[in-house]
C-alpha cells in the first residue's frame, strides 16, 4: 500500500493525474481482497494489481473515460463460465471496483495524497472514508475524508461533511481501536454506500544483530514491504555499505537500544547477535513490551539455556513461549538466505494471520 500511495504523491506532485482503482466489494473466490488498489496514469501506464485479466483489462480501458470526463466510476464484475479463465481467480466471484480521479492540478487531491503517503512512511494509522457514488465529480472533496491519529494535518476535520456527521463518534472509536478492515457500510437515508479503509504504515523489523544472515534478511523484508531498523554494537557491521536498503541503523549496544526504540504492537524484532549473552540481554528487555512478534536464532540447546535463565528471573511461562526458537518457518533451510527466507516467511504468516483477524465493518 504504501509503494503505491508514494508513487501517486510523486506523480500528482509533477502536475500529472492519475486514476485510482480499489476493489470496494468482493464476494466469492477472487485474486485480491478488499482494499487492493491499482493505480492507473494519464499514459497508461500503471503501478500494482487487482489480479490481472479481464479485471485489470477492463479498469484501464475504463481510466481514460474517467480522465476525460472527470467523473469517478464504479465498476461491477460478476464472473463465471469462460470469463473466470480470463481472470486468475479460480471459480466464480463478484467483485466490485471503484474508480477515482485524483488530479495533480487540484490542491486538494495533492495535499490529500501527500497527507495518506506521508501517514504511511511514519508509521501512523488512519481512516480513509469514501462516499461511493457512480458518476460523481471528481472535484466534489467532501465525498473523501482522511482521519489520522496522533499529529499531522487533518488529524480531525474540524467541519465533517453532512453525510459522515452522524457516524462521527463511532468512526474515531474504531480509529482509536484499530480492529477493523477494509469495508462497506450502507446507512440508512444515505444515498450510495460509504467504504471505510484503515490505513496503517509498513510494520517495522528490527534486526538486532548485523551478522551474515541479516544481510539478506534485511533485503527480503523490505521486498516484501516491511520497514527495516538494523541495531548492532559494531560499526564495522552496522553500516550503509552492508546495509544499503535499511530505513534505519542503529549502533548502540544491545543493553540501551530497546530502551530508545519505538518498539510497540506494531514492531517485529528479529534476534540475531553473536552469542547467548547478548540474545538473553535482549529478550529480558523485550519481553515485556507488547511486541507483534520476537524470534530468536539458535539451537535448541541454546534456546533451552536462555529460557532457563529467564524462567529464574520470573518470566511467565506463557511469555516465554511466544518466543519464536528456532526462528523461522522449518524449510530445512542451511545457507544465511535460505534462512534469511524462511525467517521472512515466518514474519508473512504472522503479518497475514494479524491481517484475518480484522473485523467486519458494523457502524
Not at 231 to 236: A, N, S, T
Not at 265 to 278: D, Q, S
Request: overall charge negative; charged content about 25%; aromatic content about 6%.
Amino acid at each position: 500500500m504504501i509503494d503505491l500511495y508514494e508513487k501517486m504523491d510523486q506523480e500528482m506532485a509533477g502536475g500529472g493525474d492519475v486514476v485510482l482503482a480499489t476493489i470496494v466489494g468482493q464476494q466469492g473466490s477472487a485474486p485480491r481482497t478488499t482494499g487492493t488498489h491499482f493505480l492507473v496514469r494519464s499514459d497508461g501506464s500503471f503501478s500494482g494489481t487487482i489480479g490481472g485479466g479481464r479485471l485489470e483489462a477492463d479498469v484501464l480501458k475504463a481510466a481514460p473515460q474517467v480522465l476525460a470526463e472527470r467523473k469517478n466510476k464504479l465498476l461491477f464484475f460478476r464472473l463465471q463460465g469462460t470469463e473466470v479463465a480470463e481472470t486468475e481467480m479460480i471459480c466464480g466471484g463478484e467483485v466490485d471496483i471503484y474508480l477515482e480521479l485524483f488530479s495533480g492540478a487540484d490542491p486538494f487531491h495533492q495535499a490529500l495524497a501527500h497527507n495518506i503517503a506521508a501517514l504511511l512512511r511514519e508509521g501512523r494509522e488512519g481512516l480513509l472514508v469514501t462516499r461511493l457514488l457512480d458518476g460523481l465529480p471528481a472535484d466534489q472533496h467532501d465525498a473523501k475524508v482522511l482521519l489520522q491519529t496522533g499529529p499531522g494535518p487533518s488529524s480531525f476535520p474540524e467541519i465533517l461533511p453532512e453525510w459522515l456527521r452522524p457516524f462521527q463518534d463511532r468512526l474515531m472509536e474504531i480509529l482509536a481501536a484499530g480492529e477493523q478492515g477494509p469495508g462497506l457500510f450502507r446507512p440508512e437515508g444515505t444515498e450510495g454506500p460509504i467504504f471505510i479503509e484503515p490505513l496503517q504504515g509498513s510494520a517495522t523489523v528490527y534486526l538486532f544483530g548485523a551478522g551474515h544472515i541479516s544481510r539478506p534478511l534485511c533485503q527480503l523484508a523490505k521486498m516484501v514491504h516491511f520497514r527495516v531498523v538494523v541495531v548492532d554494537d559494531r560499526e564495522e557491521f552496522a553500516n550503509r555499505l552492508r546495509f544499503p536498503e535499511a530505513d534505519a541503523i542503529w549502533v548502540r549496544s544491545f543493553d540501551l537500544a530497546p530502551l530508545e526504540l519505538p518498539l510497540d504492537g506494531n514492531a517485529y524484532v528479529v534476534i540475531i547477535t553473536r552469542g547467548h549473552l547478548h540474545d538473553h540481554q535482549l529478550l529480558r528487555q523485550i519481553l515485556p513490551k507488547p511486541l507483534r512478534y520476537v524470534g530468536m536464532i539458535g539451537s535448541r540447546h541454546k534456546r533451552e539455556v536462555v529460557f532457563k535463565a529467564l524462567r529464574r528471573e520470573g518470566f511467565s511461562e506463557d511469555l516465554i513461549q511466544s518466543v519464536h526458537a528456532p526462528i523461522g518457518l522449518n524449510i530445512n533451510a542451511q545457507t544465511p538466505e535460505e534462512i534469511a527466507v524462511s525467517i521472512t516467511a515466518e514474519l508473512i504468516q504472522v503479518r497475514g494471520a494479524g491481517q484475518r483477524r480484522k473485523k467486519n465493518w458494523q457502524v
